[in-house]
């Protein structure tokens, strides 16, 4: 929080002078109640809790503070959508994708995630959508189209073999470039992988390419992690070998490009990786004026206060 008129807080220096003034007649007994049998008051003073006694002045004293605090023009730093920005939705489409210790399925739980990701994203912001297996392909130019994406995760095919960092340079193709190869505003990719990569470019070579660009990289490793000896479900077994993602590797690609990485062993937790992402993809930092959030809560507390002392000076 900040203040574009930061002087404007000596100003405050009034409310301690009110509170000390207001103390001094709490001390004197002085009292604005009334009553129709004076010789009650003490008797009434004594049952009453000492809160209620003084809670119509603290909220005078908040509603105060906080339009003072207005005078002084507060800022504060919100997030706001980005309609520079681009988002490349990235999923692995490998056969172990079929595997079901995620519930339903890896791929099912995948795409689902992936289009509620996509749903959240700030309206106007380009979003393509690439896919990769042994090779990968760009299945969605970047779009202000979302919808556009959603249909076409659904329609996701499963192919051999993993090529991660093919994944990472298709994405970094999707995104709309200047003349000199820069993309055009801020980029990042938000990759899911549940496998190793097995050919094409190493991931942490294409990782050093998305950093030269300045594309943010964000990872999320899918399907349990530990196992030892065959899984219950054949479908899960691949190649000879519990069918692990590489988180070392996944980790090492955010950390290069200064992304996050997610672990995602369930649903729930796949979904929690994407909600996550979805609150740091797509926005900027703006600094906005927030007076006159101060003055409507300072007039809600006057009133509030106002009431208090009305049903506070009823007869007894």
């Known amino acids: 929080m900040t203040f574009e008129l930061p002087w ?3 100003v405050l220096l009034v409310v301690p002078a009110l509170a000390w003034v207001y103390w001094r007649r709490v001390k004197g007994g002085r009292s604005s109640a009334y009553a129709l049998y004076p ?11 000492r809160w209620k006694r003084h809670l119509g002045a603290g909220l005078y004293g908040l509603a105060l503070l906080l339009a003072l605090l207005a005078l002084a023009r507060p ?3 919100i997030p706001a959508p980005d309609s520079l920005a681009t988002v490349i939705v990235t999923i692995d489409v490998s056969l172990s994708m079929r595997a079901q210790d995620i519930n339903p399925d890896r791929i099912t739980a995948a795409k689902q995630e992936a289009q509620n990701f996509v749903r959240n994203l700030p309206k106007g912001i380009k979003v393509g959508l690439v896919s990769f297996a042994g090779y990968a392909t760009t299945e969605v130019e970047p779009t202000t189209e979302h919808e556009r994406v959603i249909e076409q995760i659904e329609l996701l095919q499963l192919a051999r073999r993993t090529a991660i960092g093919e994944g990472i340079l298709e994405s970094l193709r999707a995104i709309p470039k200047d003349e000199s ?19 094409g470019i190493e991931p942490l070579e294409a990782a050093a390419f998305a950093k030269e ?21 054949s479908n899960e077994w691949w190649g000879g070998y519990w069918m692990q993602f590489d988180e070392e590797t996944l980790r090492a690609i955010a950390q290069a490009t200064g992304g996050q990485y997610h672990a995602a062993e369930s649903t729930e937790a796949l979904r929690r990786a994407y909600r996550s992402l979805s609150r740091v993809v797509g926005w900027r930092p703006q600094r906005t004026e927030v007076s006159g959030l101060f003055g409507l809560a300072a007039g809600l507390l006057l009133a509030s206060s106002l009431l208090v002392a009305q049903w506070r000076r009823g007869p007894i």
């Open 181 to 199: 190869g820069k993309p055009l505003g801020p980029s990042t990719v938000v990759l899911l992988s549940d496998g190793r990569n097995n050919t």
């Open 8 to 10: 404007m807080l000596w």
């Open 75 to 77: 800022q504060a730093v």
């Open 39 to 49: 010789g009650l008051g003490e008797l009434v003073r004594t049952a009453e809790p």
């Open 213 to 233: 660009m300045g594309v943010v990289v964000h990872t999320i490793g899918l399907g349990r992690r530990g196992e030892s000896g065959p899984p219950p479900n």
